[in-house]
T-cell receptor
Framework: NAGVTQTPKFQVLKTGQSMTLQCAQD?????MYWYRQDPGMGLRLIYY???????DKGEVPNGYNVSRLNKREFSLRLESAAPSQTSVYFC?????????????FGDGTRLSIL | AQSVTQLGSHVSVSEGALVLLRCNYS??????LFWYVQYPNQGLQLLLK??????LVKGINGFEAEFKKSETSFHLTKPSAHMSDAAEYFC??????????????FGKGTKLSVIP
């Protein structure tokens, strides 16, 4: 069972470059999420998609855009990368958006911006 | 707004000793509560959750947690630590009242080291 798959696993960018992080889930989940994880900060929500066709901002959306391509896929785009966006990015999904549903996480994308 | 406080960014225990990782939350209503574990270079895995019902919740790998409303706490315990328990542990809450219920708020994490 693949669960939540993120690509790429590692990436190095130069300041100002753009890139899209890909995420796909095979659990037929309705809701999907993007988080960033920084040392000592826990995980912070960037954007989420409660259901196909909808997206909403989370705690730290500035500098990012998202696309819910279909039920399975939810991508995160950095239009003009900045060193402050160096982080580990996690995609997650849940069966529904209700708060009692656990979220299932991918293995992360480690992004460095020089 | 909700918040989660995990006391101790690093905790060390001896193999076979009790593991106690502390989590306190701030919420206007009793939230849904979760503990996740993260092994190096991996994503987060659900250990256990509390939504309703019995306040003592058992999870995977011998862990359990007790929801104490009066103390606004959800501490994670395991009677006997194994070397394989070395990882980072995150407490998280979500708001059951409707608005923002999709969102998990995470604590900053506690890194557990197990000494042989």
């Amino acid at each position: 069972n693949a669960g939540v798959t993120q690509t790429p696993k590692f990436q190095v960018l130069k300041t100002g470059q753009s890139m899209t992080l890909q995420c796909a889930q095979d659990m037929n989940h309705n809701s999907m999420y993007w988080y960033r994880q920084d040392p000592g900060m826990g995980l912070r929500l960037i954007y989420y998609s409660a259901s196909e066709g909808t997206t909403d901002k989370g705690e730290v959306p500035n500098g990012y855009n998202v696309s819910r391509l279909n039920k399975r896929e939810f991508s995160l785009r950095l239009e003009s990368a900045a060193p402050s966006q160096t982080s580990v990015y996690f995609c997650a999904s849940s069966e529904t958006g209700w708060g009692n549903q656990p979220q299932h996480f991918g293995d992360g994308t480690r992004l460095s911006i020089l | 707004a909700q918040s989660v406080t995990q006391l101790g960014s690093h905790v060390s225990v001896s193999e076979g000793a009790l593991v106690l990782l502390r989590c306190n939350y701030s919420s206007s209503v009793p939230p849904y509560l979760f503990w996740y574990v993260q092994y190096p270079n991996q994503g987060l895995q659900l250990l256990l959750k509390y939504t309703t019902g019995a306040t003592l919740v058992k999870g995977i790998n011998g862990f359990e947690a007790e929801f104490k409303k009066s103390e606004t706490s959800f501490h994670l315990t395991k009677p006997s630590a194994h070397m394989s328990d070395a990882a980072e542990y995150f407490c998280a809450v979500s708001d059951p009242s409707g608005a923002g219920s999709y969102q998990l708020t995470f604590g900053k994490g506690t890194k557990l080291s197990v000494i042989p």
